[in-house]
């Protein structure tokens, strides 16, 4: 009998226990359910409130207003554009403050200022656009360590393709001033010709190559238009298997072929010592001096060594 | 305040384009390859096409230039955002180098040469044109419809034709220079595949490269040697390349990426039975790892670690010297937000070659510290300074060239030091006035030998470049504005060589200066109808090598060059365009450039220098010089 109570009390206990606990855990669900709601409610509601709409900015900022609308972030089609979030407020920020003080700065609205940080500036940019797969290595390249921000090279208001603020290599030979020297050289890449573009060689957005490169090493990069060059070759160069930039400069040189300089001299850089390698070939030596020699004029060197990236043929390069 | 319809801006059809059509006129006196190196301008008329097409989200372009020329390009791309891209393209790439050069054989352009002139006499031989041409063609694809995940695939074929210049040797002292014939064709393919959702970042890559060449050697009757003779050309080659990349977002603002590859070329060299040379499989294996780590933890600190790894192996069947290497890279770059607008930036990396088979090197080491600091505290500049500084040390023990006591040190791995000062200044001192100044210093030195070793020091001994930028902009309200730019660079170097014939070093110290400049103007005589655009840019460069030895008979008087590529390059331009409607416009204008280079490598060219026994040339780059006076008039329609 006592048992049994006793059994019947423990389970009525368990059972009280239970319903206890069933309680409390509905409970929590529960005032889970309305914090959760009322956050929700919450950010709904300061969602609206601060943002001004559209319209209101162009009665004051028509010229902005025109050109946003001209520009693929006006385009309601193309799904996460500004257009279908919060318009000119998406990147500038809530813009009521700003309307009821009349406008002018210190009222909160986000400015891409000169002077406004780079890193900001970007993080605008990247709420929407951080996981393309063109700005996944943004974090490892140059240009978010040197400060360089989106606006630096796009126009979001509308701009050429890809929103640029100007065409290659215009728009990077504006920061980029030796490159513009160098491709202005009589010996160059087709870049000024309008037949290469700076993005045919780098990623401006970032990667894992030196010098923002579109390859892991800079040979890979050349051999995608240069395979003649890949090889493997029975008889290997080793600066030319290694690094095409030890005799190359690749955004334009003073001398032929883009050579860093001229044959026999670069050639002598490294093979200064010998019979005829070790001659200094001196103005006697050219066409019109005292004793012209094959390693002089013309094309020097690469008169007899032709095939100086690489041979089936022998180790010295002449077939 | 306006009430803007919800209407406008619900995505209507736009179809709009333009057409140009453009009569040019060109007089080119002097070398005519030379002026359209990169280009086919030439009397005629030139058509270009720009159409685009969007409603809601589809979009299509395509653009048309050159048409009919040897330049042509045609692209059309378009797709739905958010859903897929595609792509196709056609692109046309001319290099000449030399019209009307001349060779005493026949079957210029073919793989086999025979002689149909008298070698002795320029005025039976045959004119033929250095000059290739790139035809480009492909496409891609890039698809988004199951975003996050994303496949990307491409392809292009690209064949390359026409005629380059060669030379082959007979001995030491003679030479032939040949046609050498171009028929590439090059085909790649690149997928790739992956997954593009925060906190990660994930793609499986393929590349793949074929190149074939149509000719595998030039064989050619050797008239000095008197025998059949033959140059191989580049072989046939395969590369596939199999590629990973991964990201993952960390706390603290912090990312985590990876990047892996590995890949083999494989060549097919065809045996040679006049050179007697066997059948020849290469294949080198390529394996590369990067890892990087960012963090910016705290809004003033962005801080980026990386290593990386990249190994080539060699495997190719009789080769003379394995070049193989593993390159190993560690460092760090530190991004400072400092107070009053400063922002610090410092960096060091180390960097690591072994060399398998090297003659010459077993390992080279190079340390590589930077510092650049920059102020923006004034509202009108920003002001920037930076160092770098580079440690190279090389290990030669247990190598051929420490036991033959080489006195040559190759200057890719020789020990030296490298400094690298530069600054700059931005200036803004009005909203319609921009000036940029800049200042470069570059000083490296191959002269650290170790105690003990050869102390001649061979080769190139150092190398330095003084280079300076400046810019201006200014706009003149809505009515005009001016554009100029102003560099300069001076390199100097110094080298050393040694005469085994004579016993004796000499040294040989090369100089170079070269400026350009341009300046420009757009006058809006009625804005948005009537605009003039004039145009100047002028590059000047001045090379000279001095040289020196120590017996004071190889480098007698006259031995100094002072045309070492001096050129003076001019181009002036001016155009009128006039908006004639709102659709119509016209352009009329005229461009005049000339080119002018002193070469004493070129100066007093000879077809047949070497008296008695002549080496035997082609004229390849022969008389560069050019005056080009271009008038054209174009008309463009835009609907």
Redesign the interface.
Known sequence: MICFYTRFKRRLFMKFKRGLLMKRILYLFLSLFVFFLSVYAQKSAEGDAGYAGADTCKGCHAEYYDSYAKSIHARKAVPGSPANLNACESCHGPGSAHVEKGGGKGTGMFVFSRKADAQDKAAKCLACHEESRHLAFWDNGRHKSAGVSCDDCHSIHGGRGKNLKADQPDLCFDCHKDIRMFSNRQSHHPIKEGKMNCTDCHNPHGGFGPKMIKADVVNELCYTCHAEKRGPFRFEHQPVAENCLTCHNVHGSNHRAMLVSKPPQLCQDCHGDGFHNGRPYTGQTSFKGSSPRAQMYSRACMNCHTNIHGSSSENFFLR | ????PFSA???EAVFEGEVTAQGQLVHVSGNKANFN???DTEDGIYGAIGLRYEK???FMRFNASDIGYD?QKYTLDGGM??KFKYDLFY?E?P?NITFGAKTFYSGAGDSSLNIKGDPDNVSTWHSFDYETERKRFGGGVKLDLLN?F?VDISAQT?KKEGIK?????SG????T?LP?PID?R?D?FHIEG?Y???PF?V?LSYDY?K?N?DDQALDFFNFINGVED???L??D?K?YKFGF?G?VFLPYNS?F?L?A?T?R???Q?DS?NI?D?NH?S???DTT?V?M?L?S?PASFL?G?L?Y?Y?D?D?E?D????N?S?IDRSLGG?F?F?LPASF?L?TGYTNRRTTYED?FDAKKRTDDVYSA?L?W?GL?FATFRVGYEYLHRSLDRDDTEAKADDD??W???VAPGHRNIFKASVDL?PVDNLSL?V?Y?YKKTDYEDRPLGEATTG???RDYKTD?V?I?ASYAFAALAQIHG?F?Y?KAR?L????????ATN?N?R?K?K?F?YGVGTDIFIIPKKLTLKVQY?Y?R?D?S?D?N?FLGV???S????SD??D?R?QAFSVRVMYDIMKSVSLTAGYVYEQ?K?ED???????YL??GGSP?Y?TG??KDPNYNANVVFLALTYKF
């Open positions: 305040m306006m009430l803007i801006f619900a995505d190196e990169y280009s809601d989200s589809y330049t955002w958010g692109n790439i290099h996050p994303f690209e210049p060669a030379g082959v040797n030491f002292a003679r030479f220079e050498e590439y090059t790649t992956g593009s959702k925060k970042f793609s490269s190149f060449n033959s140059l191989t580049p072989p080659n590369y990349k990201a990312k990426s990047n590859g890949a070329a494989k060549s060299a040679n050179l040379i020849f290469g294949k080198v590369n990067d990087v960012t910016n962005d980026k990386f990386r990249y080539r060699n190719s009789d080769v003379d010297e070049l290497w770059q991004v937000k922002r930036t090297r650049d920059s923006s509202d006195t040559i190759r200057f890719d803004f940029t800049g470069k061979l080769g190139l280079e930028f810019d730019y560099d660079e170097s080298q050393y060589g040694h005469s085994d014939s004579d000499w040989v090369q170079e070269t350009d840019d590059v460069a090379g090598a040289f030895d190889l480098t007698p006259g031995s100094d060059i070492w590529d050129y390059l080119f280079l004493i490598q070129l100066e007093g060219y000879q220098p070497g080496s040339l390849a780059y």
